[in-house]
């Protein structure tokens, strides 16, 4: 840890006022619970949020890192391990937690989608498009990096990227012993409504949710288990973090 306390959640509130007073800016990991096949927790997008948001923080010297909301968009709503929210109800969430952080005297807010995909964007992104004509309070709604980045693992949901930043974040939610890229199939619970999944979405993004539920199978990279090491888990956790700071810095300036 940082010489400063970051985190809101250890906080008092003399502490979290001095926190404000000395860089308003809160940073919201906004995660879920969610399939990320057998070699990673089903926690892992609000677990390494958690992580990459504390890192944002104390390479800032400043901000307020939020608990982690696990409270997520669809999503592989029918993958098993998943739950999913409908994308109307996260929007209002977040409408609400803006509100909130800004009476709590926060002038920035940037959310870091740890789960991300357009179901995700739409929800938090179209709640700060929302709470701009009510609101003073400037959001930043924000995932990963615009490649490509020296640290590359490889992409894709569950991939060596994600598994590298978890191991990082929390090495006993990685079990690279499990993970057999010949094991495709996908594990699901029937008779889940993609129409319900899909409310206050674009069409375009409820056709994503109808593919991902209706899908059987799923691609796993051949090498992820020999690429992704404690030492290029490290070196990729730290890029993204740096380069997500310096993001940070120049948009609050």
Same mark, same amino acid.
Request: hydrophobic share 40%; glycine share 8%.
């Given at each position: ?87 109307a ?33 739409e929800?938090?992104?179209? +709640? *700060?498009? %929302?709470? =701009?004509?009510?609101?003073? /309070?400037?959001? #930043?709604? @924000?995932?990963?990096? !615009? ?6 693992l ?8 994600? +598994? *590298?930043? %978890?191991? =990082?974040?929390?090495?006993? /939610?990685?079990? #690279?012993? @499990?993970?057999?890229? !010949? ?36 691609s ?27 993001e ?6």
């Amino acid at each position: 840890m940082a010489d400063i306390e970051v985190r809101w959640k250890m906080m008092t509130p003399d502490e979290l006022d001095a926190a404000i007073e000395r860089m308003p800016l809160a940073i919201v990991p906004a995660g879920s619970l969610e399939w990320h096949g057998p070699h990673m927790a089903t926690g892992s997008d609000f677990i390494r949020g958690d992580a990459i948001c504390t890192a944002i923080a104390e390479r800032l010297g400043g901000g307020v890192v939020l608990p982690a909301t696990w409270v997520g968009a669809p999503g592989f709503c029918n993958w098993r391990g998943t739950i999913s929210f409908t994308p109307a109800l996260v929007r209002e969430v977040a409408l609400e937690l803006y509100r909130e952080l800004e009476k709590c005297g926060f002038e920035h807010i940037l959310v870091h989608l740890a789960h991300a995909g357009q179901m995700q964007v739409e929800s938090w992104q179209g +709640a *700060a498009t %929302l709470y =701009a004509d009510v609101g003073s /309070a400037k959001i #930043l709604v @924000r995932h990963g990096l !615009d490649g490509p980045f020296e640290h590359e693992l490889g992409g894709g949901h569950a991939g060596p990227d994600e +598994a *590298a930043q %978890l191991m =990082a974040a929390e090495p006993d /939610a990685v079990h #690279l012993d @499990r993970y057999d890229p !010949d094991d495709s199939l996908l594990p699901k619970y029937e008779e889940c409504d993609p129409e319900l999944y899909g409310l206050g979405l674009s069409e375009e993004a409820q056709a994503s949710v109808r593919e991902f539920m209706a899908r059987e199978h799923y691609s796993w990279s051949p090498d992820l288990a020999k690429v992704v090491t404690p030492e290029a888990a490290r070196a990729h956790f730290d890029e993204v973090c740096d380069r997500l700071a310096e993001e940070v810095k120049e948009w609050m300036t």
